[in-house]
């Protein structure tokens, strides 16, 4: 079973893997049923989560089998309940690319946001386009979020470029990547084409790169300005364990 759920995870294409998952979220939850993990997103506990990831960089015990987040997605989620208005402050508009399931639902059903999702090819998406060219005015939206899209990207600069023209001045994002901590500087090779050889060098067989120790200053390059939050600092190690957390992750802020 833990073999066929590694192959249809890593082969199946992304519109396919989010429909099914909304069948696997059924059955997930009572096959984990316990109290050593626990889902801030969800608010549920299970016995353990499951497992994550390409062949590469697979992660054991890391998505939730309810709500299906991952560590960043639970960081994210408690940055926003700890440290931000996102959820009371009136009016808010928020652009979501690629929008996570996890979030999809809840975000559609706050009251408080004008809420727009945006993706090349996700079946959940309202609109959908080529984020080097995005089809929507200057300064409309107070946050935008954008997470695991730019590895994916032939010009990172250009996309957050033009995330930071659709924002309003003010405004705040959060575009977090894949990050080796490892690396001072981002990995880059355009003579690396296959998706096996992608897979080895950037983590998965899709990535373009893969960011290290300056990613913020990829976003500064972008016209933002950056704050970092880091799950060390404002958590304790059993926080972090048993919201299953990556203690290194740092959360880059962006704003105009």
């Not at 090779?189 to 096996?196: C, L, V, W």
């Not at 373009?208 to 304790?236: H, I, M």
């Amino acid at each position: 079973m833990k073999k066929l759920y590694k192959f249809l995870l890593n082969r199946l294409p992304r519109p396919l893997l989010i429909r099914l998952s909304y069948l696997f979220k059924k059955v997930a939850p009572i096959v984990y049923k316990g109290n050593n993990v626990e889902c801030p997103v969800c608010e549920r506990s299970f016995r353990k989560f499951l497992s994550y990831g390409s062949s590469v960089a697979h992660r054991e015990n890391v998505l939730c089998p309810y709500d299906l987040t991952l560590e960043r997605h639970r960081l994210m989620w408690l940055y926003l309940k700890k440290e931000s208005d996102f959820f009371s402050k009136e009016g808010l508009k928020l652009l979501h690319i690629a929008p996570e399931q996890c979030f999809h639902g809840l975000f559609k059903k706050q009251k408080n946001l004008d809420y727009l999702t945006g993706d090349l090819v996700s079946p959940i998406a309202d609109i959908h386009f080529d984020l080097h060219e995005i089809p929507l005015e200057d300064n409309k939206f107070d946050v935008v979020f954008c997470n695991h899209v730019m590895e994916h990207v032939e010009d990172p600069i250009r996309c957050m470029e033009e995330l930071c023209r659709v924002m309003k001045p003010g405004g705040w994002a959060i575009m977090q990547v894949p990050q080796d901590f490892n690396r001072a500087e981002t990995y880059e090779d355009r003579s690396i084409t296959s998706p096996e050889e992608r897979e080895k060098h950037f983590w998965q067989k899709d990535h373009l790169r893969l960011f290290g120790r300056d990613y913020p200053d990829w976003l500064r390059k972008a016209g933002f300005t950056v704050e970092e939050y880091n799950p060390s600092d404002q958590f304790s190690p059993e926080e972090i364990a048993r919201w299953r957390l990556q203690a290194k992750e740092i959360l880059y802020i962006a704003r105009k």
